[in-house]
């Protein structure tokens, strides 16, 4: 036998084989049970367009803006900082991080939080 | 000989691949930004220079995988799907092309042994089916690789002109990296066992014209109408983005800064457990060797150490290289599924 030569028996080869689909499977059922993280913003902006549907009041993103989040808007959406103070009065949708956002400056009530992606969906009245 | 089994295999890693495109959403940030300028690409009508915004260009990257990635919203609609099909549909392309090459080497089973180990490594599966730009330049190489081989073993001209349209279509997907990462294994295996005549012997004043009329046009093209393309492209994002840790000049993202080295650990990450395999095959050697107190270079077929430089090339060029990712390695990927496919003998593959 050839030094470099390596058996491979059937059975290791269909283990071997089937790795990635089942792992590519089960990281899936573990994602949509929210197990695992995804950085994604699909589902927060299909809860804007189902609540928001003619887009009348807009969407913005709090300090930090996902490209995820331009994809699934169609470029429709926009950051904002604290400060920001033009919205005053004016009712929209806020997206504010998890963990690092704080939407207390604005009179604000949580709406919808996914299970996937980093934000939270609030509905704030300016 | 019964080769059902692999292609049972095969189609069930096909298919859970294919199914799983449209299942989860597109990614921040990589791929969440490719989709997002492939989409800018078509509601703007400017298919020439890609958008990272509105009216910012996307200089970071050649258009490949905006044309297609757009082309297929066109065709199809925006969607997760349509994003990640053209890269499926590469994969496949990548596929196709290794069994071509392979069938030239290798009985049907271990031909279909090696398609089996490429689809299966977890880099190939992930990158078949995700918006990126490596999926082009992992089909260009191998378009090459398997041309000049092709050519070098039957001497048809048709199959040196596809390695130079290979060089081509790398410039367009990845740019001057492709053609290192072609040119370097060839280089290497021309070099260690004295086959520059094969080398040299290929279609070089027809073929560069065919890769100067596929790159070209577009490269200047974009210069003309962003003009500072090329200065960033070429030398930002091909040498001082490797040669300077944590470089400044990126203009869409952070650098990543890995250890010296690291891209042969990541290249584990990417061929998982059939790497392992590798690594033992190769551990095996060097204690035989060891044991016998000789060192001689491995005794290898043309074909084997065409293989081993081909799957090397991108490792030792990224050994000094600290702002890397695991997919840099993918360009040898095809090259490792065929080495390991050599070099397996089963039961139920006896020929």
Known sequence: MNIFSLNLRPALIIAMALLMPVASVSFLGLASMGELEMLSEKDLVHAWRSMEPESARPLYYLNYLPVSARFYTQGQVIKIDSAFTDLLGHGFWLAVHKTKGDASRWNCSLQFQPRRGIFDLYLCNG | ?351
Request: glycine fraction near 8%; proline fraction near 6%.
């Open chain 2, 1 to 351: 000989m019964n080769t059902r089994p692999l292609w049972i295999l095969l189609f069930i890693i096909l298919l859970v691949r294919l199914l799983t495109t449209g299942l989860f959403p597109v990614l921040d940030t990589t791929e969440a930004r490719y989709a997002e300028i492939s989409r800018l690409m078509l509601a703007s009508g400017d298919w020439v220079v890609p958008q990272v915004r509105e009216g910012v260009p996307f200089w970071a990257k050649p258009p490949l995988f905006a044309w297609m990635t757009a082309g297929s919203f066109k065709i199809l609609g925006i969607s997760d799907f349509s994003a990640r099909l053209p890269h499926f549909l590469l994969g496949l392309a990548t596929l196709w092309l290794v069994l071509r090459l392979a069938r030239f080497e290798l009985p049907p089973g271990r031909s279909l042994l090696s398609l089996v180990i490429l689809a299966s490594t977890p880099l190939f599966f992930a990158s078949a089916g995700t918006v990126m730009t490596e999926s082009g330049l992992m089909f260009s190489t191998t378009l090459s690789m398997t041309g000049f081989w092709l050519f070098t073993s039957t001497n048809e001209q048709r199959w040196g002109l596809l390695f130079f349209a290979g060089l081509g279509l790398g410039m367009l997907a990845k740019g001057p990296i492709a053609v290192v990462m072609t040119l370097l294994p060839l280089v290497l295996w021309a070099s260690t066992g004295k086959h520059w005549r094969k080398l040299l012997g290929l279609p070089w004043l027809g073929g560069l014209i065919v890769t100067a009329v596929i790159t070209l046009p577009w490269y200047l093209a974009a210069e003309r109408q962003s003009p500072g393309f090329l200065e960033y492209f070429i030398v930002g994002e091909h040498l001082l983005r490797f040669v300077q840790p944590g470089w400044r000049g990126d203009l869409y993202g952070n650098a990543h800064i890995e250890p010296l080295g690291m891209i042969w650990l990541l290249w584990f990450q990417a061929t998982a457990a059939w790497g392992v395999l590798m690594a033992l095959v190769a551990g095996r050697y060097c204690v035989h060797q060891f044991r016998n107190r000789s060192w001689s270079w491995p005794r290898c077929s043309d074909w084997q150490s065409y293989l081993a430089w081909w799957m090397l090339a991108p490792l030792l060029f990224f050994t000094f290289s600290s702002n890397i990712l695991w997919t840099y390695v993918l360009s040898g990927i095809p090259a490792f599924a065929l080495l390991l496919a050599t070099q397996s003998h089963t039961d139920s593959l006896k020929q």
